[in-house]
């Protein structure tokens, strides 16, 4: 039956609002509510997003993981710097979870995948262009340099007025 899983997550969020619901059952309704919501999203992106627009650093390296990313190391640094494994990626993060938003509206997570690609290669030092080129409209460069930089306010425009800076 389509919606049944959606229904009983929303149900869970009733009940979790409720005053009088005791700590063991409100524990009992979050676990369940967690699964049902990871399910729904259909996969670890999106909770990765959610993860890194904590702005802590268990946030950053959680979110990372979730995409992919190898981290070995991390420096983070909220709305300045991202280094993982030595090499800056602050500005092809916030281009992912930009990307990661649009996609919600689009309904075509296909530059957020390619973003998330690049960004995987950056951290392992795999400097090259995105497997299957450049998907998105309008971009010459790669994710390094000036280009990267023009792109990713971009993209920030198409998304609307709320920027979020990592």
Same mark, same amino acid.
């Given at each position: ?19 009088? /619901? ?5 524990? !009992?309704?979050?676990? +369940?509510? =967690?699964?049902?919501?990871?399910? %729904? $999203? ?13 702005k802590t ?22 709305e300045k ?14 281009? /992912? ?5 649009? !996609?919600?509206?689009? +309904?075509? =997570?296909?530059?957020?995948?390619? %973003? $998330? ?50």
């Open positions: 039956e389509a919606g049944t899983l959606a229904d009983k997550v929303g149900r869970l969020v009733e009940q979790m609002r409720k005053k009088d /619901v005791s700590k063991e059952k409100q524990q !009992s309704l979050m676990q +369940r509510f =967690a699964v049902g919501r990871l399910l %729904l $999203a259909g996969g670890d992106a999106p909770i990765a997003v959610e993860a890194m627009v904590q650093t268990a946030g950053m390296h959680a979110g990372l993981v979730l995409l992919g990313v190898r981290v070995k190391t991390l420096e983070y640094t909220p710097s991202v280094k993982v494994n030595g090499h800056e990626v602050h500005e092809l993060v916030n281009q /992912v979870v930009q990307a990661a938003m649009s !996609s919600q509206q689009t +309904r075509d =997570a296909s530059d957020f995948e390619a %973003l $998330a690609a690049s960004l995987r290669d950056v951290v392992e030092g795999r400097h090259g262009s995105r497997p299957g080129g450049d998907r998105r409209q309008g971009s010459e460069g790669g994710v390094d340099g000036e280009e990267a930089e023009a792109d990713g306010q971009q993209d920030v425009d198409d998304v609307g007025e709320e920027q979020l800076e990592l």
